[in-house]
């Protein structure tokens, strides 16, 4: 396992905080800026998806400035992540995460966040984002990771371009049926993240109900658990055709160990994108080999080549969809950008929000993947989906 999820998430915060406060101020439109706030989680659980997720926007930064930057107001002007280097490190706790975005609201004087590496978090801040409405001092904030169904919908404030399992899981299950002549499904779920109950509720069932598969059992979790013995246990009593892995990396990658160890063998097991990570392959190794999941591109299509040797030669890794996410949002952000009208001012700032926010939400542009991504009446990005498959420690389309 990579060490970043090793690292005190409290010290890299602290280091963080500590090291923007002796920063410099920049000017705006004067010193040729517009700041984009980021913040993503650098340690702990959700950092396989934030470090991803951080670094793609960075890509997505430089190529951009490297191109001459962004128009605004007739003047070309670089994107400015605030705080540079890297933004904040969000870690995986909802209240420090608002503190966070506080700060960068009023002292950092963001024009838009980019950011939330969960959708704990993520549902939190959305909310939060309703209180400042009121007070009259909303800001957008967008994310590249929250996949709770629904929670763009919470404040018109709150955007994603994540990729929805939603439109996908019965594409996913028909496909298992018609391969495996799957008749009884069962689930692993962490329950203290709100996307995976959610998921299976809002869109798994249903669809395996639709097909005439039943569940015969869930079993939950929490992310901090360890030990999974009791629910392999009794997943495996009830000797399931489909088995439905939904949580978060680490213990997904725990589950699948212990699912090898004590001969837990449906026809298939199913996981959802929090398994779309470069440590799902490598810890995983063969306790994942050939679980299937829901990805928004093909990793062999040569369309997202380009950006895929640029994100392994700094990383020296593999991108993911999380990744891809990140070097989407921030295309988005340039385009409304140049549409939006905004001053970059200081003074300006407050108006500046809301001309953002409505170009925002007409924004669009063409994905490293080749596909168009535009936002629909709820903020978020539909897209197409495929079928993937860890086949020989790599995902392959299925």
């Given at each position: ?5 090793n690292?005190?998430g ?17 000017a705006f ?6 700041r ?5 989680s650098q340690t702990?659980t959700?950092?396989p998806?934030?470090l991803p997720?951080l670094w793609?926007s960075?890509?997505?930064i430089?190529?951009?400035n490297a191109a ?11 994107i400015?992540p605030t ?6 490190d969000?870690?995986?706790d909802s209240a420090?995460a608002i503190?966070?975005l506080?700060?960068?609201?009023s002292d ?5 966040v980019?950011?939330?590496?969960n959708s704990?978090t ?6 939060y ?5 009121k ?5 957008v904030v967008?994310?590249?990771a929250?996949?709770?169904p629904g929670?763009?919908?919470i404040?018109?404030w ?7 399992e939603?439109d996908i899981?019965g ?5 298992a049926q018609k ?13 203290d993240?709100p996307?995976?109950?959610?998921i299976a ?5 249903p669809?395996l109900?639709?097909?005439?598969i039943e569940?015969?059992v869930?079993t939950?979790?929490?992310t901090?658990?360890?030990?999974f013995?009791r629910q392999?246990?009794e997943?495996?009593a ?5 088995v439905y ?12 160990k212990?699912a090898?160890r004590?001969?837990?063998?449906p026809?298939l ?8 990570t470069?440590?799902t392959l ?5 306790a994942?080999e050939g679980?299937v ?5 093909d990793?062999?299509?040569p369309?997202?080549g380009?950006f ?7 990383h ?8 891809v996410?990140g070097?989407?949002?921030?295309y988005?952000?340039?385009d409304a950008l140049e ?5 970059n001012t200081?003074?300006?700032?407050a ?15 063409t994905?490293v993947?080749?596909?168009k991504i535009?936002?629909n009446g709820d903020?978020e990005?539909p ?5 993937l498959v860890?086949?020989n420690g790599?995902?392959v389309?299925?």
């Amino acid at each position: 396992m990579n060490t970043y999820l090793n690292l005190s998430g409290f010290v890299r915060r602290l280091a963080s905080l500590l090291l923007v406060a002796g920063a410099p101020v920049f000017a705006f439109q004067s010193e040729g800026t517009v700041r984009i706030g980021l913040f993503e989680s650098q340690t702990g659980t959700f950092a396989p998806f934030g470090l991803p997720g951080l670094w793609g926007s960075l890509i997505a930064i430089d190529e951009i400035n490297a191109a001459g930057g962004v128009t605004i107001d007739s003047k070309k002007v670089r994107i400015v992540p605030t705080p540079a280097p890297n933004g904040y490190d969000a870690g995986s706790d909802s209240a420090q995460a608002i503190l966070i975005l506080k700060r960068m609201i009023s002292d950092d004087k963001v024009l838009m966040v980019k950011g939330m590496s969960n959708s704990g978090t993520g549902v939190a801040i959305y909310n939060y984002l309703n209180e400042l409405e009121k007070e009259g001092n909303p800001v957008v904030v967008h994310s590249s990771a929250v996949g709770a169904p629904g929670a763009s919908q919470i404040s018109k404030w709150g955007f994603r371009n994540t990729f929805s399992e939603v439109d996908i899981v019965g594409g996913v299950a028909a496909a298992a049926q018609k391969r495996t002549g799957a008749k009884t499904a069962a689930f692993f779920i962490t329950k203290d993240n709100p996307y995976f109950p959610s998921i299976a509720e809002k869109a798994i069932i249903p669809a395996l109900k639709s097909l005439g598969i039943e569940v015969k059992v869930m079993t939950e979790a929490v992310t901090s658990d360890r030990d999974f013995t009791r629910q392999v246990d009794e997943i495996r009593a009830a000797r399931p055709d489909l088995v439905y892995v939904l949580a978060t990396t680490l213990p997904a990658i725990n589950f699948m160990k212990e699912a090898k160890r004590r001969g837990l063998a449906p026809k298939l097991f199913i996981g959802g994108i929090s398994q779309l990570t470069v440590e799902t392959l490598k810890a995983g190794a063969d306790a994942v080999e050939g679980m299937v999941i829901a990805g928004s591109y093909d990793p062999a299509s040569p369309a997202v080549g380009k950006f895929a040797d640029e994100y392994k030669k700094r990383h020296t890794q593999d991108i993911s969809l999380f990744a891809v996410n990140g070097h989407e949002a921030i295309y988005l952000v340039k385009d409304a950008l140049e549409k939006s009208g905004i001053k970059n001012t200081p003074e300006s700032l407050a108006d500046d929000r809301r001309k953002f926010r409505d170009a925002f939400a007409k924004s669009s542009m063409t994905s490293v993947t080749g596909e168009k991504i535009g936002f629909n009446g709820d903020r978020e990005t539909p897209k197409a989906g495929v079928h993937l498959v860890i086949k020989n420690g790599q995902f392959v389309a299925w």
